[in-house]
Nanobody
Framework: QVQLVESGGGLVQPGGSLRLSCAAS????????MSWYRQAPGKERELVATITSAGDRYADSVKGRFTMSRDNAKKTVYLEMNSLKREDTAVYYCSAYVGIPPRDYWGQGTQVTVSS
């Protein structure tokens, strides 16, 4: 079955950096786009970044600060987050749209808190 397991969250000061990881299993990883979402308290879940065979794209709020990458051999995607701001505080989720019929799968999430 499809499994997504995030790691790497934590507490960081404004201006700091974190790298999130998401280990995937249960599907042919290299064939599919992968995404990172986040959900802040009291807000809807929002798309942060997506990586496909054609490249990666980002929400305007993180463009230039966050970088998504993937290692197909390790079946893992990463989210490198730099110049973190308090408004980046959220639970970050890894997502894949896979299966027959396809549907969204989510990891359990990892908390990122940006605070001094």
């Amino acid at each position: 079955q499809v499994q997504l397991v995030e790691s790497g969250g934590g507490l960081v000061q404004p201006g700091g950096s974190l790298r999130l990881s998401c280990a995937a299993s249960g599907f042919t990883f290299s064939r599919y786009a992968m995404s990172w979402y986040r959900q802040a308290p009291g807000k809807e879940r929002e798309l942060v970044a997506t990586i496909t065979s054609a490249g990666d794209r980002y929400a305007d709020s993180v463009k230039g600060r966050f970088t998504m990458s993937r290692d197909n051999a390790k079946k893992t995607v990463y989210l490198e987050m730099n110049s973190l701001k308090r408004e980046d505080t959220a639970v970050y989720y890894c997502s894949a749209y896979v299966g027959i019929p396809p549907r969204d799968y989510w990891g359990q999430g990892t908390q990122v808190t940006v605070s001094s």
